[in-house]
């Protein structure tokens, strides 16, 4: 739940809902919602797919924008992100909701709360620039929109980025990577970096256990590299499901061709939500992952949620010095130089800040 000190952000009554944006009317009181990849028809009365927008007499309702369900300061790596601005702070955010219903969800009970409780909306009224003030008051870097989809917040999450931005903080989804072209082309000027969970490469189990397609995520990947948004990747490695020598080749194989910079994060699953049946990943399946991920060619790649293994330090992928030695979510040592490797010289793909210098900006509210 909500994290922060109740005077430092503007409460205020819960009002009627926000209109939703990106959205179109047909034919009756219909509505055709185009903010993520489902592409809802969404009759008068009904709600989309992700639970939180619903049709009033022709008219989409986000019914999330000022329900904030929590408020919490992360270590960046956390997210993960390891080649954006590491060692520094993240202000990180979210609402219920998902356009999604993954079987082995971690955060299902505030991202599955208005599938599991038939349609109720939890969280506390606070706007977009408190949310700012508070994460510069925290000394954060950035704002992350995260925990559930960020997508289906999408108008918060907008008005929020665009102060952050202002205010000199940089923004980030982690996110299942099924918005529209449409969403992420509107959001791109304020959207610094993101984190897309990749779960899987096989378009029938992505059905079956996400509820959703394979191909927009894929999608997604390729036109958040094209914009120029800092982009890393997440695989929850489950055994039985995704985790065959053939699947996790084909992950990395398609990253790589998109850019063999991505930074590849190989998560170990445990059982949770409605996927209890399935064993917790072990020490040798994650390395078996890494070693694949690592011959398709990607330059980096990680494992975590293991606490004996040690694949979560940043190498230079010519000379092979250790360039960021982490202690779990925790930069312990960072030897870049200015982005390049101090032995060879190499450039390091990522968003540096060598001096990790706090942001002190002054945030302007509307």
């Not at 989804?173 to 099924?178: I, L, R």
């Not at 997604?220 to 055994?239: A, C, D, F, N, Y």
């Not at 409605?274 to 040798?284: G, N, S, V």
Request: net charge neutral; aromatic share 10%.
């Amino acid at each position: 739940m909500l994290a922060a000190e109740n005077s430092l952000y503007d409460f205020r009554p819960i009002t009627a809902p926000k209109e939703a944006w990106l959205y179109e009317k047909t034919i009756g009181d219909g509505v055709v919602c185009y903010l993520c990849a489902h592409r809802c028809f969404i009759p008068s009365g009904r709600i989309g797919i992700c639970k939180v927008r619903e049709n009033r007499a022709g008219t989409l309702y986000t019914l999330v924008y000022d329900h904030v369900i929590s408020l919490n300061i992360d270590p960046i790596e956390k997210k993960p992100l390891f080649h954006f601005l590491p060692g520094t702070p993240a202000y990180s955010i979210a609402t219920v909701g998902c356009n999604f219903h993954c079987r082995f969800c971690q955060n299902w009970e505030i991202s599955q709360l208005p599938r599991e409780r038939q349609g109720v909306i939890l969280g506390e009224p606070i706007s977009p620039a408190s949310i700012v003030r508070l994460a510069l008051q925290s000394r954060c870097h950035t704002i992350a929109y995260t925990y559930t989809e960020p997508t289906i917040f999408f108008e918060l999450a907008y008005a929020t980025a665009e102060q952050a931005t202002r205010a000199g903080l940089k923004n980030i989804f982690v996110t299942n990577g099924y918005m529209t072209p449409e969403a992420l082309r509107m959001i791109q000027p304020y959207l610094h970096a993101a984190n897309i969970d990749l779960k899987g490469f096989d378009d029938k189990r992505y059905r079956r256990v996400c509820g959703a397609k394979l191909q927009p995520v894929l999608d997604s990947i390729r036109l958040m590299k094209e914009l120029g948004i800092w982009l890393e990747v997440t695989t929850l490695v489950i055994p039985g499901h995704n985790d065959s020598d053939e699947e996790l080749r084909q992950m990395a194989l398609f990253l790589k061709d998109v850019g063999p910079e991505i930074p590849w994060h190989l998560s170990a699953f445990f059982p949770a939500y409605q996927m209890l049946e399935a064993e917790p990943t072990d020490r040798k399946t994650l390395l078996r992952a890494w070693e694949i991920g690592k011959a398709a060619g990607l330059r980096y790649v990680y494992c975590g949620n293991l606490p004996d293994i040690v694949r979560e330090d940043t190498y230079c992928y010519r000379c092979g010095k250790t360039l960021i030695q982490r202690m779990g979510f925790y930069v312990a040592f960072n030897w870049l130089d200015h982005g390049h490797c101090p032995s060879c010289q190499t450039a390091i793909e990522g968003v540096w800040d060598n001096k990790n210098r706090s942001i002190v900006t002054e945030v302007q509210t509307r």
